[in-house]
């Protein structure tokens, strides 16, 4: 049996080797790191709006709900996402980040991004969880890499040094 479990897992790293190539997150059916940066590439950027967000206290999520069915909450949270880069210009499109927490939402103003980042909190709030938001124009530090760690800069700021979380941070 402990063979058999050893084998099924194996089997998931190399499926999840394999979706991660294709660009798309596993656990959450929107686009991962890589994918989001290559749809990026694609776009001019001078008019983008990110909505960088951390989803607070995953780990106690996974602990209590399980990491499959916090990945749903999470996954039905951030509709629409989407992985096909030509719809991407149409709608919002988030992406997984960093890690399993963090996300960024390419949006097309500021007040696409403002009122993103309210929404997706109001349905986490429905299922009982929050995120800590930073909204910013993509090119905000002059490359989407620079913003990026500077949202996540501020989010760590805001949690550490602040306690605070569930907020949206508008710069």
Same mark, same amino acid.
């Given at each position: 049996?402990?063979?058999?479990?050893?084998?099924?897992?194996?089997?998931?790293?190399?499926?999840?080797?394999?979706?991660?190539?294709?660009?798309?997150?596993?656990?959450?059916?929107?686009?991962?790191?890589?994918?989001?940066?290559?749809?990026?590439?694609?776009?001019?950027? /001078?008019?983008?709006?990110? /909505?960088?967000? $951390?989803?607070?206290?995953?780990?106690?999520?996974?602990?209590?709900?399980?990491?499959?069915?916090?990945?749903?909450?999470?996954?039905?949270?951030?509709?629409?996402?989407?992985?096909?880069?030509?719809?991407?210009?149409?709608?919002?499109?988030?992406?997984?980040?960093?890690?399993? /927490?963090?996300?960024?939402?390419?949006?097309?103003?500021?007040? /696409?991004?403002?009122?993103?980042?309210?929404?997706?909190?109001?349905?986490?709030?429905?299922?009982?969880?929050?995120?800590?938001?930073?909204?910013?124009?993509?090119?905000?530090?002059?490359?989407?890499?620079?913003?990026?760690?500077?949202? $996540?800069?501020?989010?760590?700021?805001?949690?550490?040094?602040? $306690?605070?979380? $569930?907020?949206?941070?508008?710069?």
């Amino acid at each position: 049996m402990n063979n058999d479990i050893a084998q099924l897992q194996a089997r998931i790293v190399e499926l999840t080797a394999i979706v991660d190539r294709l660009r798309m997150s596993v656990w959450f059916g929107c686009l991962n790191r890589n994918g989001l940066n290559e749809a990026l590439k694609t776009l001019t950027l /001078d008019t983008v709006w990110f /909505d960088y967000f $951390d989803v607070d206290n995953l780990r106690g999520m996974n602990d209590l709900y399980g990491k499959p069915r916090s990945s749903q909450m999470i996954a039905e949270c951030i509709q629409p996402r989407t992985t096909d880069v030509l719809a991407f210009a149409k709608q919002p499109t988030t992406g997984q980040w960093f890690s399993g /927490d963090e996300f960024v939402t390419v949006c097309w103003s500021r007040q /696409d991004a403002i009122g993103y980042a309210q929404r997706v909190q109001g349905l986490m709030h429905d299922h009982g969880f929050s995120a800590t938001h930073v909204v910013l124009p993509a090119l905000y530090k002059g490359t989407i890499s620079a913003t990026l760690e500077y949202a $996540d800069a501020v989010i760590t700021y805001l949690k550490k040094k602040k $306690d605070q979380r $569930d907020c949206i941070v508008v710069i």
